[in-house]
């Protein structure tokens, strides 16, 4: 039987390389750290050898569709496919951050909306049968739904909404926040909940398509929220570790042969959650 793979994004550090820990310790497989600069990559794998754990590395920018292509191919090459992805990397402008709200709507919507779809159309014909998938959303995301208008809720929650119209969504958030008109178009101001209100309607969108498209894989997409975690994106004040909030994406990942459940959800601390 071939060798089997694991790929996390934005793993260099935080919940990423805790994910990385984790699946070292638990996955059949190669697990691969990738982080956006081959330096910061190599530390973080090195790290890990130090705890008697042994990640491969693979560089992966999300933001640059040529690396991202690069590690597709790689990946189809060596490995003939993808089993486990797990979609990790985001950014956050922190609260008090005066960088103008409508820079802060591009920047972030850019990497955690926009590079993580082009991950998501680079390699999900890649998975292989019985992959998983597992976005990195956040409860945020939830929490930006329920202040968007009532005719944006209606179209983030309705199983009939595409992958155009949802780019055209988050577009158009971009857009208006450009303006200053965001809030009268219907939006809320966080452009971090915004990205993963995408982010978490992509999976549901991605879960359904392949439902339909490749319905004997038995491949199973999922998004969630690792809780609030201590990392560099947050502060000290959260109440779990990296390994915690690994918990959740790693259970996801690996959900067991022949599991048809979640499916399309979001799932914090390991229950699937309202929508
Ligand atoms: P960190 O800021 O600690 O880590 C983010 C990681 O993403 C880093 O490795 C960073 O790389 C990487 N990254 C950012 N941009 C890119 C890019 N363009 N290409 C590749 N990698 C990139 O954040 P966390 O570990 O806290 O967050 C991990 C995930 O969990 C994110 O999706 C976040 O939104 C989500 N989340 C986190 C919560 C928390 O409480 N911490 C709560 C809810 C959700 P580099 O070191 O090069 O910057």
């Known amino acids: 039987m071939s060798v089997k793979v694991a790929v996390v994004t934005g793993s260099n550090k935080g919940i990423g390389l805790a994910i ?4 070292c310790k638990q996955y059949q497989g190669d697990v691969y750290l990738t982080s956006r600069d081959v330096g910061r990559g190599e530390e973080a794998v090195k790290s890990l050898s130090s705890e008697g754990l ?3 590395f693979h560089q992966l920018d999300i933001n640059d569709v040529s690396s991202i292509t690069a590690a597709a191919a790689f ?3 060596k490995y003939g496919g ?3 992805l797990i979609n ?5 402008f922190k609260e008090g951050d005066t960088t103008p709200f409508a820079v802060q709507a591009d920047v972030t919507l850019k990497t955690n909306f926009f590079a993580t779809r082009d991950m998501l159309t680079h390699f999900l014909p890649l998975i292989k049968a019985g992959g998983r998938v597992v976005n990195v959303s956040s409860l945020g995301g939830s ?10 809720q209606q179209r983030f929650r309705s199983e009939d909404i595409t992958e155009d119209e949802l780019v055209g969504l988050m577009q158009r958030f971009v857009a208006e926040s450009q303006k200053g008109k965001h809030k009268e178009d219907g939006w809320p101001e966080t452009a971090y909940g915004v990205s993963k209100t995408g982010l978490t309607t992509l999976s549901m969108i991605h879960a359904r398509r392949l439902s339909k498209e490749r319905p004997n894989d038995g491949i199973l997409v999922n998004a969630c929220c690792p809780g609030w975690v201590r990392t560099d994106m947050t502060s000290e004040k959260a109440p779990k570790s990296p390994d915690e909030g690994a918990i959740t994406p790693v259970y ?7 599991a048809t459940e979640p499916h399309g959800k979001f799932v914090s601390d390991k229950e699937v959650q309202p929508w």
Do not use: H, T, Y
């Open 20 to 23: 990385v820990r984790a699946l």
């Open 54 to 56: 042994n990640p491969k």
């Open 75 to 77: 990946f189809k090459e």
């Open 82 to 84: 993808v089993d486990v």
């Open 88 to 92: 990790n990397a985001a950014i956050l």
């Open 143 to 152: 929490w930006a739904l329920k202040d968007c208008s009532p005719a944006l």
């Open 252 to 258: 996801l990942a690996l959900l067991p042969p022949g």
